[in-house]
C-alpha cells in the first residue's frame, strides 16, 4: 500500500479555484490508478474523478465535468485536482485514494481503492 497525504484545501467564493495535490511515498506510485472521492456531512462518499497508471485517460462524475481536471506527475509521486468554477454544492472534505492494484480497470466505487489520505477540506462560501 502506499501513504497519501493530500494538501490545498481552503475556503473560496463561489466561482473560484483550488488546486489540490496528494502526494504519495513509496516507489510504485506508477502501478496505482488514483482517484478523488469527495463527502459532504450527512451524505455518503461519492466519486469525482480518475486517473489510469499512465495519465492516458481521466474519468470524471457528471457534477464536475467540465468544471475539474484531474492530473498526475509520476515522477513526484503527486495526483492533482485543478477545480474551476466552484459551487457552494462542492463543499465538502476531499479525499484522494489508490485503486486496488489488482483492479484493471478503472472503477468509481470507493470500496475498490484500497489506500486514501486523511482529507482535505473545500468550503465554498455564495
Known amino acids: 500500500q502506499v501513504q497519501l497525504v493530500e494538501s490545498g484545501g481552503g475556503l473560496v467564493q463561489a466561482g473560484g479555484s483550488l488546486r489540490l495535490s496528494c502526494t504519495a511515498s513509496?516507489?510504485?506510485?506508477?502501478?496505482?490508478?488514483m482517484g478523488w472521492f469527495r463527502q459532504a456531512p450527512g451524505k455518503e462518499r461519492e466519486f469525482v474523478a480518475a486517473?489510469?497508471?499512465?495519465?492516458?485517460?481521466?474519468y470524471y462524475s457528471d457534477f464536475v465535468k467540465g468544471r475539474f481536471t484531474i492530473s498526475r506527475d509520476n515522477a513526484k509521486n503527486t495526483v492533482y485536482l485543478q477545480m474551476n468554477s466552484l459551487k457552494p454544492e462542492d463543499t465538502a472534505v476531499y479525499y484522494c485514494?489508490?485503486?486496488?492494484?489488482?483492479?484493471?480497470?478503472?472503477?468509481?466505487?470507493?470500496?475498490?481503492?484500497?489506500?486514501w489520505g486523511q482529507g482535505t477540506q473545500v468550503t465554498v462560501s455564495s
Open positions: 485514494a489508490a485503486q486496488d492494484p489488482g483492479i484493471v480497470v478503472v472503477t468509481t466505487t470507493p470500496r475498490t481503492y484500497k489506500s
Open positions: 513509496g516507489r510504485t506510485f506508477s502501478s496505482y490508478v
Open positions: 486517473v489510469t497508471r499512465s495519465a492516458g485517460h481521466t
